[in-house]
């Protein structure tokens, strides 16, 4: 036997109830279930309401009974096929008009006794189980309903009642001997004391009515479905780095759930805990999330706290007086007078001089505490032995939770310290001879930070790791490696970055290893892996799910770049030296910029401009700034700018760019780069980055090559530039007759964009160029007359390298 409750978010409408329906339709193929379900979501407090609108003499109680009845009429209809929803139409029409006859006899009255608010509280979820039941059998879903009044014996402390487990458990045990069903339904929350009157079992008592069944009939398991995937280290709404606990001890459970964790109800643990059953914390809205295992022995995952968890609206009242030193009996009379008036102590501590005594309560019932206490101590007070009792309220509890807490020294001193050193006042402080749980009352305004502090320091380790996949290992590839691996302890020392590597790839080998790769030996490590297939490697890291991942290709292959929207949308952050995706159709530009942005991650290419050089950054932080481009002028071949800096007419023209080839300032197809392809790709780069939708063929391209040196293949192109060496020397000797020299340059003025050779006087900013430089100038509305500048080596494997290595730690610092 099973045992499945559904909460009220679980059930809130009919589109949820068909999800529970899959659920158990799945869950009845392994075993016999039981389904707990609660009322709709919102409706018993609506119901209550009512009832409390009804006592206060105000009839629009009865437009919130119209409500109530509505919704369920309406999931009736939306669950159930038509030909069906006539019996339980006028079920719902029936328990509505008991509703408000109980309501009318309230108004009349003008009470609302404790016994009246658990009977109009019980019709939620009675309505909601008939209603669920009707929809299991319209899906040919064979099942027995069951009123859970009639199992469920309670003391008649109406509210809150106390379960009389001997009675209960033999009514559960005699009820499902007698039945063959493999699936059963039940209203949570509802019970019945032993003359029949309805009793119910606190807010949350579906839970409790799911363990009392699953431990009365020692079901093999408990699955709590709600609306998050288990408990949480901390409350998600407080902080965002909130995460799953995949296993928590009963104890531990227990304690979270005391100190206001909701996932929950705090009795639910004790009967299950007592038959040592399982129990599953699950998300109907995910069903396929693990969600949380509680069970009496958990692996220790290194987490020495187990959980944060805080409560609001404490009060903390404060017994003081010198006439208490040495007297016995103080604590007891104490907890009597609270005791007497039905107030929960939340939590206690003593000061060792026995001077005071503070307990936390219920701010509620600080009032009512006040006048009990001082009442039972108006003799020591009027002879000022004792002071009047002190009320402090506006405060709050945050709570370290974990059985691995105990016998690990310092862990008090850095709950403490970590608050302290963030301006959070600690008003008391308690801790249990367990070791499982360390409270402190704090103000209620601190509540959210110090959760953050707490969380940072106990689950959010002092340095932030980064794996990376590179794929690409030629010349740039090998010196990032190189400077990944020289610069590794400074980042850790200093920016307390953990860079790893944890995946390598090239075109025939790739490797992954979580543990990281060692970049002294890599190379040997790559040659001992597995052949490469790229979209293999893709889905390898996609499915390792590291924390942040980040993708970097130092690659010119358009198949690595079509991979980029696969790895974005699972929130991994992809550095390019890859001018590809950058320089596709602006389409796919955008998409990859919109997907970094939607997925909260990263789409970087620094070096798709002037390899190492902040030119991409540059413009960024102008637009980001408000500043306007409106014109570009720029030398960002560090090719070209490296041939007709050094080509005279003494050497062939063919030979200077060959041995540009050959220091590795060339893309691997020469062409790309003597044909000014590779100059329009990042002039529209830049004008995308400036805000232009533009496309390639919307560049003109001047280009000096004579067109027979295009065809063909490399080798090809550096026969027939030797033969056009008369070409060459012409555009030269022109240039040097005007006392200019040449440069290939990539405009951009207002929308339209060109490259080309220009002949550039020595007054011009492009004129001082040298080697392999490469030169932006930026005209924009703030640098209207002398323009933004970035100027310096533009072409290199180790420059190119360190641009990428700028990116990473772009994306690892945010």
Sequence with gaps: ????????????????????????????????????????????????????LAADGEESYKEELSQIEQRHLDTVKQLIPVSQQSPMLSLVKAACNEIEDICNGIFLLGELTARSKDRIGSYGEWISSQIIAAKFKAERIDNVWKDARDLVVTNSNFSAAEVDFDSTNKKIKDFFSTQNSSLFILPGF?????????????????????????????????????????????????????RIIPHISYQEAMELSHFGAKVIYPPTIQPVMNQNIPVRIKNTFAADDEGTLIESVTNRNGNIVRGISSINNIALISLEGSGMVGIPGFSKRLFEALSNEKINVILITQSSSEHSICVGIDAAFSTKAKHAVDTAFSNEIALQKVDPLQIEGDLSIVALVGENMKSHPG?????????????????????????????????????????????????????????????????????????????????????????RVVGISNSRKMLIDEDGIGLSNWKEKLDAAPPANLQNWVNEIIARNLRNSVFVDITAND??????????????????????????????????????TEYNCHFLFETNVGAGLPVIATLNDLVRSGDRVHRMQAVLSGTLNFVFNNYDGTRKFAEVVKQAQDEGYTEPDPRLDLGGIDVMRKIMILAREAGERIEMNEIANNSFMPPACMTGDVDNFYKEMAKEEDHFKKLFAKANAEGTKLKFVASYNNGQASVGLQHIDPKHDLYHLYGKDNVVLFYTDRYSEQPLVVKGAGAGADVTASGVFADIIRAAKT
């Design 411 to 499: 862990i008090s001193g850095r709950m403490f310290s970590a608050m302290g050193k963030n301006g959070i006042n600690i008003r008391a402080i308690a801790q249990g001879s367990s070791e499982k749980n360390i409270s402190a009352v704090i103000s209620t305004k601190d509540v959210r930070k110090a959760i953050n502090v707490l969380h940072e320091e106990f689950f959010e380790t002092t340095y932030k790791q980064i794996n990376l996949f590179i794929v690409g290992t030629g010349n740039v590839g090998a010196k990032l490696l190189g400077q990944l691996n020289q610069q590794g302890k400074f980042l850790f020392d200093q920016m307390k970055l953990q860079l």
């Design 190 to 242: 509802i019970a019945s004391d032993k003359n029949g009157i309805t009793t119910t079992l606190g807010r949350g008592g579906s839970d409790y009515t799911a363990a009392i069944i699953a431990s009365a009939l020692n079901a093999n398991s408990l699955e709590i479905w709600t609306d998050v995937s288990g408990m949480m280290t901390a409350d998600p709404r407080l902080t965002s780095n909130a």
């Design 559 to 596: 198949k690595v770049a079509a991979v980029y929207d696969q790895l974005l949308t699972k929130s991994i952050s992809v550095v390019a030296c890859n001018k590809v995706a950058a320089s596709s159709a602006f389409g796919n530009y955008k998409k990859l910029k919109d997907l970094a």
């Design 1 to 52: 036997m099973q045992v499945l409750k559904f909460g009220g978010t679980s059930v809130a409408n009919a589109e949820n109830i068909s999800k529970v329906t899959e659920i158990v339709r799945k869950s009845i193929q392994k075993d016999k279930t039981v389904v707990v379900v609660s009322a709709l979501g919102g409706i018993t407090d609506m119901l209550l309401k009512a009832a409390a």
